[in-house]
């Protein structure tokens, strides 16, 4: 193995190496195992974890409060308000005040900057719990979903669509021509991904045989697809594009006729959660059409979400136990 993950930050998927990831995933799944089968381990003993949550969360939160939990570590869950960063104080004295204290730091909030000073100024691993540029841990689950079910990565047949300029298609374009996946994203032209990001993906296609494609034709992409997966077509903080974003995205609606064109008895659907796929969340019953995917999608047999959920404790454990 000749890498050191020790002490470092988990930003984006930029800062890791296929090898890297494939290291986060083998491990994520022994200590999956582990836990499964009663074996406790204590990596993270007595070492002292900041959760930075500015934004709501269920699974991330819990995801890192319960995974340092299992290995011994104590957190501190620290809503936005709490703290004067980047209020009060600049992120960069707070970043330095932080790591004479903690050893780790999770942070989740708006500017990807805050969490790059953090990681900077700190002098302890950042972990990124989703900025508005990208959402690298949900990855790792993603991934480790991806090979729990097909048993591999490389040449997976992977279709996004829906909202293009999200953390989670920056960073699932990110991931997947990095680790050799035909990639396809579908989406309004007007949210194609940032060109910027769009270069990188295709250097990583270079180095790993990966394929990019994007297009504004849902069919196209989902063409023979292994994993169809969508994301809200409105991230925290945006709520006030709604109305556009129906409006762009509703031909990349993932429904059942969407899911019949991968023409792939056992493609799996997948999505990040939370998820507007009925009338009853707070988006939906002002906006019923908002929904990126339909309910009987969403509960029918090629649902694979709650245990995508479920692999964000693992993974996350992984990357604060191999990190710390
Ligand atoms: N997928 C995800 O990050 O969920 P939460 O917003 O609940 O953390
Ligand atoms: N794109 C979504 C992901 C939520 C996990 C958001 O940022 O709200």
Redesign the pocket.
């Known amino acids: 193995m000749g890498f050191n993950l020790k002490g470092r930050s988990f930003l984006s998927l930029m800062d890791f190496t296929p090898e890297e990831i494939n290291f986060f995933l083998t491990l994520s799944s022994t200590l999956k195992k582990n836990k499964y089968s009663g074996i406790k381990t204590k990596n993270l003993e007595d070492k002292n974890i900041a959760l930075i949550f500015e934004k ?6 819990c995801a890192f409060a319960v995974a340092a939990a299992d290995e011994g570590a104590n957190t501190e869950y620290l809503a936005g308000s709490d703290l004067h960063l980047g209020a009060d104080e600049t992120v960069k004295d707070t970043a330095r005040v932080l790591g004479r204290m903690f050893d780790g730091i999770e942070f989740r909030g708006f500017k990807h900057n805050t969490c790059e000073q953090l990681a900077k100024y700190s002098g302890v691993p950042v972990w990124n ?2 900025t508005d540029k990208f ?1 690298p841990t ?1 990855i790792l689950a993603d991934f480790l979903t991806i090979i729990e079910y097909k048993g591999y990565l490389r040449g997976i047949k992977f279709a996004y669509c829906g909202d293009g300029r999200s953390n989670m298609a920056n960073s699932l374009m990110l991931g997947a021509t990095k680790m050799g996946m035909d990639f396809r994203i579908s989406t309004h032209k007007s949210l194609f991904p940032d060109t910027e990001l769009v270069e990188q993906a295709h250097q990583y296609c270079k180095l790993s045989g990966a394929a990019l494609t994007l297009t504004t034709n849902p069919v196209e992409a989902v063409g023979g697809a292994d994993v169809i997966y969508t994301d809200v077509w409105v991230s925290m903080g945006e709520e006030d594009k709604i109305k556009k974003r129906i409006k762009l995205l509703h031909p990349y609606q993932v429904n059942q006729s969407l899911i019949d064109k991968a023409v792939n008895p056992d493609v799996i659907f997948m999505h ?3 998820c507007n796929h009925t009338n009853e969340t707070r988006i939906t019953k002002q906006y019923s059409d908002i929904c990126e995917v339909t309910d009987e999608v969403f509960e029918g047999k090629h649902s694979v979400v709650f245990d995508e ?1 479920e692999n ?1 404790l693992h993974t996350i454990k992984a990357v604060m136990v191999a990190t710390l």
């Open positions: 709501p969360s269920t699974r991330t939160h719990g989703l959402h949900q990040c959660l939370p959920a964000r």
